[in-house]
């Protein structure tokens, strides 16, 4: 069983549609995140929910949306793609939002991520 | 502010070498410090992570990481590369943010390749 699973694995698709990226985690985490990994494998946080609750937003265009329907997943929607989107976009998913907790429970498990080009 | 930084983009060792890939954390705070491993295509797999209890963290795989404070180094090292150790190689920290909530900051990623 995949413990943090996107869907799809590749999407390629035409400058200016909108698309979703799926991710379930099946951990029982409460916390799930999204980053992306630019071409030059730079990997950064976008976003970050907590039982369904937004705790990151970083500085994302308001054209990235996430949405998490149940704590055990994290979808991202991004309209009217841009060429300077393509990226591999990574889900990944904790147990404990508090930091002060146990480290174990602090460690990230990550997707196989996803790779968007968009033409 | 958390931060690493990750010396030298690109490794290169022959196979049975010593690996070492170096990572320097700046950090305010005790730091949480994770290595992590990308295979082609693949996704982050936890290679160890520092927990405080020990400077000295064994991973997977037969690596293992030494934390030096005074240093502010969290350097990756493996007695003897294998070809299957050819991958990209990320430090983190985890940065602490309002509301007890944390966040992985990633260094800019180090390209091992092994050569025969």
């Known amino acids: 069983d995949t413990a943090v699973s996107q869907t799809p694995k590749y999407l390629v698709t035409q400058m200016g549609n909108d698309k979703s990226i799926k991710c379930e985690q099946n951990?029982?985490?409460?916390?799930m995140y999204w980053y992306k990994q630019d071409s030059k494998k730079f990997l950064k946080i976008m976003f970050s929910?907590?039982?369904?609750?937004?705790?990151i937003n970083e500085t994302v265009p308001n054209r990235f949306s996430p949405k998490s329907p149940d704590k055990a997943h994290l979808n991202l929607h991004i309209n009217s793609l841009e060429l300077g989107d393509s990226a591999v976009y990574f889900c990944?998913?904790?147990?404990?939002?508090?930091?002060?907790?146990?480290?174990?429970?602090?460690?990230?498990?990550f997707g196989a991520g996803t790779r968007l080009s968009v033409l | 502010a958390q931060s690493v930084t990750q010396l030298g983009s690109h490794v290169s060792v022959s196979e049975g070498a010593l690996v070492l890939l170096r990572c320097n954390y700046s950090?305010?705070?005790?730091?949480?410090l994770f290595w992590y491993v990308q295979y082609p295509n693949q996704g982050l797999q936890l290679l160890l992570k520092?927990?405080?209890?020990?400077?000295l963290v064994k991973g997977i795989n037969g690596f293992e990481a030494e934390f030096k404070k005074s240093e502010t180094s969290f350097h990756l090292t493996k007695p003897s590369a294998h070809m299957s150790d050819a991958a990209e190689y990320f430090c983190?920290?985890?940065?602490?943010?309002?509301?007890?909530?944390?966040?992985?900051?990633f260094g800019a990623g180090t390209r091992l390749a092994v050569h025969p």
């Open positions: 990944a998913s904790s147990q404990d939002r508090r930091a002060s907790g146990s480290l174990a429970k602090n460690i990230q498990y």
């Open positions: 951990l029982g985490h409460d916390t």
């Open positions: 929910y907590n039982n369904k609750e937004l705790i």
């Open positions: 950090s305010s705070v005790p730091p949480y």
């Open positions: 520092y927990t405080s209890a020990a400077t």
């Open positions: 983190a920290v985890s940065a602490i943010l309002s509301g007890g909530y944390n966040k992985l900051i």
